[in-house]
């Protein structure tokens, strides 16, 4: 089954909040270990394993990246949610426990997925072209709602987001040193670009446990929310940037984000002016400009 069209409207070519959709196409994965919806331009991904406390599995893996490319590719979509199953009370806590004993059991790393994974934001810069790291490929804002304990995987992944809004008490981790495991996925790399040094080398090298509290006072927070308030404040921020920002400067403008921690001042500045130029002439500049003076939503056509 197909979803009924969500996106620009055909008789104005604007873009147009939808109502809630379960993404059916050809080549969807049959979706176990997540759950995916759109509504008024928002892509939720829900991690889906309550009973493991949505633990990270290879399957799973395979099915967030199947979502995050249909979401990136999705014209319907603006904003991308990701949260985790509030029946686990967790966001994400880490790996499962029996993909460890596979690992040591078999005396060698196993991802757990096949060649033809998804590859969502691979191909823009050759620095985003690894895991998790193809989070910075995307053209889309990806919001982490972490309801629950992230540790491991689960903290790697609420790194990668652009955004994090959290429920108070949560406990994060990186986990590694207690598995005889290098810091993983790159959070040597991101980590202290999000808390500084001296946050990070505590967090990494202690493998320590920290509260949401302290994640917030680090920097690596957004805001700190109510679990009651939790979806619901993260939902009208998405719809804020879905409505309120226009598709053409979100996309480069997250793109001018992680390249430009690659290259110095001077290059950020000469990119910046060449975008500018190009953007400029897009018909969402007049339509920004004329919606601000009429005071009235955008009809963004992206």
Same mark, same amino acid.
């Given at each position: ?11 104005? $070519? ?13 080549? $969807?994965?049959?979706?176990? &270990? ?204 998405? $719809? ?29 500045? &000469? ?29 963004? $056509?992206?």
């Amino acid at each position: 089954m197909r979803a009924t069209p969500c996106c620009p409207s055909s008789r104005t $070519r604007s873009w147009r909040p939808c109502a809630i959709i379960l993404l059916r196409r050809e080549n $969807r994965v049959d979706l176990k &270990a997540i759950r995916y919806k759109i509504e008024d331009g928002i892509a939720t991904i829900t991690l889906a394993r309550p009973m493991r406390r949505n633990a990270w599995t290879g399957r799973m893996h395979t099915e967030y990246r199947w979502a995050l490319a249909e979401a990136d590719t999705d014209r319907a979509v603006r904003v991308i949610v990701v949260t985790g199953d509030p029946e686990g009370n967790a966001f994400c806590a880490g790996a499962d426990m029996a993909a460890l004993e596979g690992h040591s059991e078999k005396g060698r790393y196993d991802s757990g997925t096949d060649a033809d994974i998804a590859k969502p934001g691979y191909g823009v810069a050759k620095e985003f072209d690894a895991t998790f790291a193809y989070h910075f490929g995307l053209t889309k804002p990806v919001i982490a709602a972490i309801n629950g304990a992230a540790a491991g995987v689960g903290l790697v992944l609420a790194a990668f987001a652009d955004l994090r809004f959290s429920v108070p008490g949560a406990k994060f981790t990186a986990a590694h040193g207690r598995f005889n495991f290098p810091a993983e996925f790159g959070l040597s790399w991101v980590l202290p670009r999000i808390v500084g040094l001296t946050h990070a080398n505590d967090i990494l090298l202690s493998s320590r446990v920290f509260t949401a509290e302290e994640a917030m006072a680090m920097g690596f927070l957004n805001k700190l929310l109510p679990a009651d308030e939790l979806m619901p404040h993260v939902m009208g921020y998405a $719809r804020k940037l879905a409505g309120g920002v226009s598709p053409g400067s979100l996309r480069e403008t997250k793109k001018q984000i992680y390249t430009d921690l690659h290259r110095d001042a001077a290059g950020a500045v &000469a990119a910046a002016e060449r975008l500018l130029e190009d953007m400029i002439k897009h018909p969402d500049y007049r339509e920004g400009v004329k919606a601000w003076l009429e005071k009235r939503s955008p009809e963004w $056509r992206g």
